[in-house]
């Protein structure tokens, strides 16, 4: 019996452009970091999907209708790899995205991609942000309120996000993440090493110093000991000799 031959499928929705990841090395970092650091703090609810610079398509059956977070959240999705993200197989609105601009994509990313997002994707929260500061604002963000954008306050220079539950600021220049429950910065996973390491070389020495101080503590303690000793041994010999000198008399 002679094999059919499957057919190629006719529409393809292609996982790369074969364009870089980002414009320069610190975009780089940052939107690995960012997706990592995302991911982190999501790492024990099983449905909370992050990821970013990914192909995202948003029209079934047109594959010109594709746009590539940066940076994305989206509840109600697993934490399983995909290669791209389609809204009609997966949830078709996004809870948050981030954006890392540059003066070549600003245009893009507070237009096309900012209609995209509030339209269409309805995004609850749009952020821009600009590693180098090079155009204005370089740090924005953005809460759907009904059917629009509307504007986030900064909050002790930092964006609260409701959808992360967290804080989007600058710690020493470098985009990082603050929890506002434990009041605490937090950042990828090598500075949170480096931190957890000074941590317990800080308990260390501490528990060192209080091991010194209780050695000492018991070293003072046990001289004091053996001088009362020596003042009672002292008193005592003063109490035989006296004793002596009244027998004599």
Not at 11 to 19: F, I, K, Q, R, T
Not at 228 to 236: I, S
């Amino acid at each position: 019996m002679q094999k059919r031959i499957g057919s190629a499928p006719t529409l393809v929705y292609p996982e790369s452009d074969g364009e870089p990841m980002a414009e320069s090395g610190r975009h780089v970092r940052l939107l690995l970091d960012m997706i990592e650091m995302i991911d982190w703090h999501f790492r024990d609810v099983p449905d909370v999907h992050v990821c970013g610079n990914m192909f995202l398509y948003y029209e079934e059956g047109n594959p010109r209708k594709v746009i590539s977070p940066d940076v994305f959240m989206v509840r109600g999705v697993s934490k399983k790899d995909l290669r791209t993200y389609k809204t009609w197989e997966q949830q078709p609105y996004l809870d948050f995205v981030l954006e890392l601009a540059s003066p070549s994509t600003y245009t893009k990313d507070f237009n096309e991609k900012k209609t995209i997002y509030e339209q269409i994707l309805r995004v609850k929260e749009y952020c821009i942000y600009d590693p180098y500061h090079e155009i204005d604002p370089s740090f924005v963000g953005f809460r759907l309120v009904g059917d629009t954008y509307q504007e986030i306050a900064f909050v002790e220079g930092r964006l609260p996000c409701e959808t992360l539950g967290l804080e989007l600021g600058e710690r020493d220049g470098v985009l990082r993440l603050y929890d506002p429950v434990k009041r605490m910065w937090f950042g990828p996973g090598r500075e949170r090493t480096v931190e957890a390491e000074t941590r317990a070389s800080e308990e260390a020495h501490a528990r060192q110093e209080a091991e010194t101080r209780a050695s000492e503590a018991e070293n003072r303690a046990s001289e004091e000991a053996r001088a009362r000793r020596d003042a009672e041994a002292e008193l005592e010999k003063l109490r035989a000799a006296l004793e002596r000198l009244e027998v004599t008399k």
